[in-house]
């Protein structure tokens, strides 16, 4: 039985070290998504020194939140409905993926109620697929003109996820893309009024060409936890 046990811990802290290391020197964020798996998977990375997690889920991030440390940086990585938002507000660190008006307007309202201003990136759609949510570049300056009143925000950068697919040079013109629009931004910082220092981009299966291609913060879930169910 004692050999056994090792078998239950899940977490691939080998793989963490080496990844941890790599992005150390390069200076990029490293989110662990750590949707689906339990809160002991959690406490195995954080006793080792992560502090930043990536849930996908509002019921789930919520449920975890209160049984780990509150040092936890907790990223909300999926898609956000609305009506949802408030459940997250009292202590999310940074909502990634947020693709509208009307949800930063959300966002902008619970956060006020909370005494807080949250971070947030904005998603934009690079990846080929019709069903990636996000918005495209007309959309996206459209957003950002509209923002002057959410005091209780702050924009920090974008964020995208390229397209499932093998081709490593259809994912690095799309992270390429992601890049040119956030140096885009950027560069009018004056009209914007805003300097965008995040660039969310990269996953387990391409986070290497994600760095290459100027993401400061990877969100990587399976190659620390193991595949989920
Ligand atoms: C699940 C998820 C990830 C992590 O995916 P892995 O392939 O397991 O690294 C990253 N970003 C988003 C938005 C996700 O939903």
């Given amino acids: 039985m004692e050999a056994n046990s090792n078998l239950v811990i899940m977490v691939n802290d080998t793989a963490y070290k080496t990844i941890i290391k790599e992005l150390d020197e390069k200076k990029v964020t490293l989110v662990a998504v750590s949707k689906t798996k339990p809160v002991a998977d959690i406490k195995d990375l954080y006793d080792v020194g992560q502090r930043d997690f990536g849930e996908n889920y509002v019921q789930e991030i919520a449920e975890k939140q209160p049984l780990l440390p509150a040092d936890v940086r907790w990223h909300f990585i999926g898609h956000l409905q609305s009506n949802k938002v408030k459940y997250i507000a009292p202590f999310v660190y ?40 996000g918005l ?24 995208g996820m390229a397209s499932f697919t093998d081709d490593k040079e259809t994912v690095r013109t799309e992270f390429r893309y992601l890049k040119s629009i956030f140096d885009k931004i950027n560069k009018n910082s004056a009209t914007h009024h805003l300097l965008l220092t995040t ?7 391409d986070y290497a060409i994600a760095i290459e291609e100027g993401s400061t913060m990877v969100r990587i879930g399976s190659l620390l936890f193991g595949k989920r169910g």
């Fill in 94 to 133: 940074m909502i990634h993926g947020v693709d509208s008006l009307k949800l930063l307007v959300e966002i902008n309202k619970q956060a006020a109620k909370n005494s807080r201003i949250i971070p947030v990136l904005l998603q934009v759609h690079i990846a080929q697929e019709e069903t990636k949510f």
């Fill in 136 to 159: 495209d570049e007309k959309e996206l300056d459209d957003v950002l003109l509209n923002t002057g009143g959410l005091t209780s925000i702050a924009i920090k950068g974008l964020m």
């Fill in 199 to 205: 660039l969310s981009m990269g996953m387990s299966a």
